[in-house]
């Protein structure tokens, strides 16, 4: 690790307390000067840091740029095994992170961007990806399962980022079925896991396993066409300056714990109790097209047990379902 990195990481630990050079140089084994040095390339790179004589160096905590270094800090148990690399700008991190999956990047591998200029959602839609107001991540698995048995990356991945928000910042949301994270009525998450299969063994080479989360709302508002669906956790209100690292530590930490037993559906008792579609009238749309019905519950394959207005019972195990405005009976 090099001394930048060290240093951020002290001074990460350390948030909002002032650090002496003369400490920070000790603990690293470094001279003074390649504190300052290291120091200097920080806050060239925008990150806050004050300096006060006979104080030393002190990480504001309004300090709000996402790092290896501050994401790191929030893994805990399964997530500690993750390879953190934070960028700028990419295209997806999902693209970024099958083109390393084809390269041989190992299980584990995270990329998490600031801004996406080619965001991915489901049904080849775009996920509105602007910069400092959203998180984008994507994770590199390579399953020892059948194809079938990983669909349940995505459930637990909702599960897991319901959970991790609310560890993170305290703040409820609940899952709309598929894996939608909804939170005071909109859509402030969306997560697209893309597989590559193996023909021979039926298992997948690799997924990669994406999650876009709208922290607070971009400058100006969310693009017309989407501002009666997506919302954000903090809407106009400020946050803190780590919160988007929190909660990207916490949401990797637990969705890694329900990874490692995937097949025990641990998750699903919290998928059921966090669902918002449960008891409601909702629209839901397939391929030969779309009807009012109640959603009674989610089994434990993940499918929606759905009534019609006859009082058939139908399984959806894919097509979309709606929300009614007003919501109404048959
Ligand atoms: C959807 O709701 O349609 C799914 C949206 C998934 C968005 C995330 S953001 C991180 C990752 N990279 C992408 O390009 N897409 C996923």
Known sequence: MDVKSQVLRLLEENRGQYFSGNRIAKELYVSRNSVWKAVRSLRKDGHRIEAATNKGYCLLEEDAILSK????????????????????KVTSTNTVLKQMAEEGAPEGAVIAADRQSMGKGRSGRQFYSPSDTGIYFSILLRPKMTAEESLFITTAAAVATSEGIEKATGIKTGIKWV???????KKICGILTEASVDFE?????????????????????????????????YGTDPCDGSARSRIVGEVLSIFMGYYRHLAKKTFMKTYRERSI???????????????????LDIDDDGALIVETKEGEKIRMNAGEIRIRPFEGSF
């Open 201 to 233: 063994t039926g298992g997948l080479t690799y997924a990669v396993l994406g999650i876009g989360i709208n922290v607070t709302d971009p400058v100006g508002g969310f693009p017309k066409e989407i501002r009666d669906v997506a919302g954000s956790l």
């Open 179 to 185: 894996n939608d994270v909804f939170c005071r009525g």
């Open 69 to 88: 270094e501050s994401i790191e800090k929030y893994l805990t148990g399964d997530g500690r095994s993750l390879q953190i690399h934070v960028r700028g």
């Open 277 to 295: 579609v449960i008891g409601r009238m909702v629209e839901a749309s397939g391929t030969t097209g779309s009807l009012p019905v109640k959603a």
